[in-house]
């Protein structure tokens, strides 16, 4: 992989959550430097619309010309706080707490009660070891629902939200448990953005051209993270601390020598992943995972079985 750094990320995702360790007043000079940065895209998570700084920040976006995506977990604040116009391209209904109470209701009412207030929300669900099994029946609630599209982004490592343990993470056992009971059209008809190449094969496995344009992991160049605190990261699964931006701006910390560093780094082919033929396809997946749990496996993917001849 050849290194092209950019200045500045064109995605970050903050975690935005009325928990927030940020002074509300605060918040503002964070959503003024990801403007004045020119990044392209936020992505808002951690319950934001339950944040007491939410419109504001929204209303620094929109002057800026950001696109904003939010997730939501269906709750009461959050739902009451949602409103009709809020200058927000996507809203993704996070459907864990409906999975870990088996209540497939409330998940339909949350999706109606959003979809009054003029959004056509899509469903997120973080893959996990105990939740992947589950996602062919979350593709068919998308069809009963007349849900268009479903989203399983990467899984963070936010040591300042929990301490993520290797045992959370989906392994290639479960991925060859879910392809033996996977329905050929299961994910048919619906929209995946899915992050990791391993459940995007088994999801779509006639649509690996689309993923063509892939160039390997954006840690630290095209992509970003904000903690709860302000401080940026190179991406929410590499917890690796650059700088805080009540302090700094984007630039100033995409500038560092341990940015440089760590996109060295990536560049570098995987220990584990030497030798195989999809290389050139997945360049070592999710990095920030591999180096933090699968080092004993020469840090390729976690949900990568091995090397492939």
Not at 25 to 37: D, Q
Not at 134 to 150: G, N, Q, T
Not at 197 to 210: I, M, R, T
Not at 270 to 293: K, M, Q, V, Y
Request: charged content about 25%.
């Amino acid at each position: 992989m050849t290194l092209d750094l950019l200045d500045t990320p064109l995605r970050v995702s903050w975690r935005l959550s009325p928990q927030c360790s940020s002074a509300v007043a605060n918040l503002p000079t964070i959503a003024e430097r990801l403007v004045e940065a020119g990044v392209f895209q936020v992505t808002l998570e951690g319950r934001p619309l339950a944040h007491p700084a939410v419109h504001e920040v929204l209303c620094i976006f929109a002057a800026g010309g950001l696109r904003v995506d939010l997730s939501c977990e269906g709750t009461a604040a959050e739902l009451n706080s949602l409103g009709s116009g809020m200058p927000v391209r996507q809203i993704a209904l996070d459907v864990a707490s409906c999975l870990a109470t088996d209540d497939f209701t409330v998940l339909s009412e949350q999706l109606e009660t959003i979809r009054r207030k003029g959004f056509d929300p899509a469903l997120l669900l973080v893959p996990r070891h105990d939740n992947v099994a589950r996602i062919p029946r979350l593709f068919e609630f998308c069809r009963v629902h007349r849900v268009a599209k479903f989203k399983l982004p990467n899984v963070g490592i936010d040591v300042s939200v929990k301490n993520l343990s290797g045992a959370e993470l989906v392994t290639p056992g479960d991925l060859l448990r879910l392809s033996r009971e996977l329905p050929p059209d299961a994910a048919s008809g619906l929209e995946l953005e899915v992050h990791d190449l391993f459940l995007w094969e088994l999801f779509c496995p006639d649509c690996q051209d689309s993923r063509s344009e892939y160039g390997g992991c954006q840690a630290g160049n095209s992509l970003g993270y904000i903690d709860a605190g302000g401080n940026l990261y190179p991406c929410a699964s590499w917890p690796e601390r650059l700088g805080s931006l009540l302090d700094h701006s984007v630039e100033a910390l995409w500038a560092l020598p341990a940015r440089r560093r760590i996109r060295e780094e990536i560049a570098e082919t995987p220990e584990g992943c030497r030798g195989c033929r999809d290389l050139s396809i997945c360049h070592g997946g999710c990095r920030g995972l591999a180096r933090t749990f699968n080092r004993s496996h020469g840090s390729r993917d976690p949900l990568c079985g091995g090397p492939r001849r």
